[in-house]
C-alpha cells in the first residue's frame, strides 16, 4: 500500500501546484486589467476569425452543390420525357391509312 500513499502524494502536490498556477494568474489578471482586456480582445478576435471562416467555406460549399445542382438539370435525362402517348395516339389516328383518305373509309 506504500505505492498507493505515493500516488496520492503525487496527485496532491499536482493539484496543489495547479491550484497555485491558477491563484498567481487570477491574481495578476487582478492587478493589470488593461493587459487581461487586450488579451480577451485577441482571443476574441482569434474566435471571430475562426467562425467567419467556418461560414464561408460553408457558404462556398452550399453555392458548389446548387450550381452541380442546376448544371445537371440542364442536361437531357433518357426516359424521362412524358406525354409520348397522347401525341402518339392523335398522330396514328389522323394518318393517311388510318384517317381513311387512302383507304377510302369516312
Known amino acids: 500500500m506504500d505505492w498507493l500513499n ?3 502524494d503525487a496527485v496532491s502536490s499536482g493539484f496543489d501546484a495547479v491550484s497555485g498556477y491558477a491563484t498567481d494568474a487570477f491574481d495578476w489578471i487582478g492587478d493589470n486589467p488593461e493587459a487581461a482586456n ?3 480582445g485577441v482571443a476574441l478576435g482569434a474566435a471571430q476569425g ?3 471562416n467556418k461560414q464561408a467555406d460553408d457558404e462556398r460549399a452550399f453555392q458548389r452543390e446548387m450550381y452541380d445542382k ?3 438539370d440542364r442536361f437531357s435525362k433518357p426516359g424521362e420525357i412524358g406525354n409520348y402517348g397522347s401525341h402518339r ?3 396514328a389516328g389522323k394518318g393517311l391509312i388510318s384517317g ?3 383507304t377510302g373509309e369516312d
Request: glycine share 12%; proline share 0%.
Open 6 to 8: 505515493t500516488a496520492a
Open 70 to 72: 442546376k448544371r445537371e
Open 38 to 40: 487586450m488579451i480577451g
Open 100 to 102: 381513311g383518305m387512302i
Open 50 to 52: 475562426y467562425m467567419q
Open 89 to 91: 395516339n392523335t398522330i
